[in-house]
């Protein structure tokens, strides 16, 4: 008797049975266990259960009745089958496009179906036109996937588990073990990060996942949440946006775009025109960081001016100077 | 809890088994479904289907008589499964399969937010969403994790939003050229350009287009945020063979023959902020770096052009010293006194 049809069998009857059964009745009458003597069929049936519940399927030990003496086995029907999602084919569909896009090296061609594509089979059973799946992808997305620390990860922010890392900090040569409660990922730039309580520091930290040298593992055992997110966590850190994202407190910035860029800032950045100078298109920004700002400005060259306030439009003008001037005299400048 | 690991061989036999166990609900389902579809849909050969087929024959309920197997029908190429109906329904999804697929789900939606009026956007946008909601809501509820994800992952475009997406998803899949206004930062020019679109993807924080540009009589790869128009024409291309072979590596820098090797020396801090974040551009591709006195760190690097260096130099002052080569120091001064004029004297002109 094979391997698969025997355990295809075992699921059956599990599936099917109204009482726990025990050992002795599943080695009755699954075929495939009888021939094996008792401590060699013991040995198969733990093995098969193990397996099965690597699967997800839910496999329960439960007493045979209400004395308690005899203890069996049983699937509950709730936790074994899919629970019925009503998706629409237009949901399934953009499902598809979200998992089709992501371009990772090592993705099968033919080679099998990937995990996500067999959970989205699942899902649209019974859906007629339930998306092309086979038709060529036109929309791509590289989101590095394949990271080794990612899965371990996003199993602990999904489940808030504290994990344990040696890490590497930019710029430095020695690896520290952290200890982090995970808040979040990001993927920005073309890398991952983690941004999380560091349990040493007690402050939010962000990690880049390549700068983490070792696997990640759980702080603790059990499985239920070492942590609660604290609710003004936010996963859109703003050491991560533009200087010129502004918030309360913030000083309202006049800039004027060259018509080369007018229309780059207004579509790119949603900013709407308030004016004009000369040909040129004003906007106004809410300013929070006045030097990032001042940076962010001077990356547009000669297509950006700051107008107002004379604050930051003096500010603009000393870091010009500062650039404006010879390699030698900046070096005099500077002792 | 321990869990053991489970050996290679058995890996084997488990996925064949998981394979089985949604073949089976795929044909109660779907009655008259042909091999070669099941085949496509499962990831799998002919003869797997046909050995998977096989092997249900036997396979059924206590006493194991005909009677109580599945009935197993093959007509033609046509497959029917009956007496099977407690495997009607598939198993619930596994972490496995419901964490990716959700993370990929969540980096779509991400990409797409904030996309600019009418001109942008999807119109999976939407459904892809309500999908989310569903499966967070109803997936491993006792876990409560898969609906917290939401939150807790963000794939961040660093700028310029999606556009034109629908108006390019016509164009790749109908084969029409477009036209395009476009702006080339790196070096700093507004040109007119036919392209033949393959590709839309997103990568380091961008979206993008690759294609065959006309102008450029050669395959090129486009920001979407920096084309100023976007028209779809009536010149019709032949598809590539693979369009997922345009795809760049994951940084785009690409050396040429005629690159110019750039030596800069900046604070450590802002040498870092280059090489690790980049602001609006990829981070630099930096080739060697090196620590020396007064908290500084000399960056070699290579570019083919020089206008986006320059602007990205005038960012910083003092703070940054161009070492190589001296017509960029040269260009960075000459700048920076061309954008103080217009500041000096605003009103002439």
């Known amino acids: ?335 | 809890v321990t869990k053991r690991k489970v050996s290679d061989a058995a890996r084997r036999s488990l996925s064949r088994l998981e394979r089985v166990l949604l073949l089976v609900p795929y044909c109660v389902q779907h009655p008259g479904v042909s091999i070669s579809e099941l085949a496509e849909r499962l990831g799998a050969t002919e003869a797997e289907i046909i050995d998977d087929l096989n092997l249900l024959f036997v396979c059924g309920l206590p006493d194991y008589t005909p009677a109580d197997l599945m009935e197993v029908l093959i007509d033609e190429d046509r497959v029917y499964i009956r007496m099977a109906d407690y495997f009607g329904r598939p198993l619930r999804l596994t972490r496995t399969e419901a964490i990716p697929l959700y993370v990929k789900g969540q980096a779509l939606v991400n990409l797409l937010e904030g996309t600019t009026n009418g001109r942008g956007g999807l119109r999976e946008l939407a459904p892809l969403r309500s999908a989310l909601d569903k499966l967070g809501r109803a997936l491993l509820p006792q876990e409560g994790g898969v609906a917290e994800l939401t939150k807790r992952i963000k794939v961040q475009l660093e700028s310029g939003e999606a556009q034109y997406l629908e108006l390019l998803r016509d164009a790749i899949t109908d084969h029409r050229a477009v036209d395009l206004e476009y702006y080339t930062y790196s070096r700093d020019a507004l040109t007119r350009r036919r392209v033949e679109p393959h590709l839309v993807f997103a990568s380091v924080g961008h979206w993008y287009m690759s294609g065959y540009c006309h102008l450029a009589q050669d395959k090129r790869m486009f920001r979407l945020d920096r084309i100023k128009s976007l028209e779809l024409t009536d010149d019709r291309f032949e598809a590539p063979a693979d369009a997922d072979s345009e795809l760049p590596p994951p940084l785009f820098y690409v050396p040429g023959p005629d690159d110019i090797t750039v030596k800069l020396r900046a604070t450590t801090e802002i040498a870092e902020w280059l090489s690790e974040y980049g602001g609006a551009f990829p981070p630099l591709p930096v080739q060697s770096s090196r620590d020396i006195r007064g908290g500084k760190r000399e960056l070699v690097f290579r570019t083919s052009a020089l206008e986006w260096v320059e602007k990205l130099l005038l960012r910083f002052g003092d703070d940054i010293e161009v070492l190589e080569p001296v017509e960029l120091a040269e260009r960075t001064r000459d700048a920076a006194k061309r954008i103080l004029a217009l500041y000096q004297r605003p009103r002439k002109k």
């Open chain 1, 1 to 335: 008797v094979q391997k698969v049809e025997r355990l295809v069998n075992l699921i059956a009857l599990l599936l099917n049975t109204r009482r726990p059964l025990t050992v002795e009745e599943i080695r009755n009458t699954i075929p495939g266990y009888q021939q094996e003597d008792y401590s060699s069929f013991k040995r198969m049936f733990e093995r098969d259960k193990e397996e099965l519940r690597s699967l997800g399927i839910p496999i329960e030990r439960r007493f045979t009745d209400v004395w308690e003496v005899e203890e069996g086995y049983l699937i509950s029907k709730d936790r074994y089958y899919l629970p019925e999602l009503d998706l629409t084919p237009e949901e399934i569909a953009a499902l598809w496009i979200g998992s089709r896009m992501v371009v990772e090296p090592g993705k099968p061609g033919k080679g099998g179906a990937m995990k996500e594509d067999q959970a989205l089979i699942k899902l649209s059973l019974g859906l007629e036109s339930a998306g092309d799946p086979t038709s060529p992808p036109w929309l791509r997305a590289r989101l590095h996937l394949d990271s080794p620390a990612l899965p371990r990860l996003l199993e602990a922010v999904a489940g808030r588990r504290r994990v344990k890392f040696a890490y590497k900090p930019a710029g430095t040569s020695k690896e520290a073990e952290r200890t982090v409660d995970p808040y979040a990922l990001i993927h920005r730039q073309g890398a991952w990060y983690l941004a999380g309580r560091d349990n040493m520091r007690n402050a939010v930290r962000h990690y880049k996942l390549p700068r983490i040298t070792s696997n990640v593992t759980f702080a603790t055992r059990d499985t239920e949440p070492d942590f609660d997110v604290p609710t003004d966590f936010s996963a859109e850190d703003d050491s991560f946006t533009e200087p010129w994202v502004g918030e309360e407190g913030a000083t309202t910035v006049e800039v004027a775009f060259s018509p080369r860029l007018a229309w780059w800032v207004q579509q790119s950045l949603g900013l709407e025109p308030v004016g004009t100078w000369k040909d040129w298109t004003l906007v106004r920004v809410s300013v929070t960081d006045e030097e990032g700002f001042v940076s962010w400005v001077l990356g547009f060259g000669e297509d950006a001016v700051v107008r107002k306030p004379d604050r930051v439009k003096q500010a603009v003008i000393r870091r010009l100077r500062a650039a404006a001037r010879p390699a030698a005299k900046k070096a005099r400048a500077r002792t």
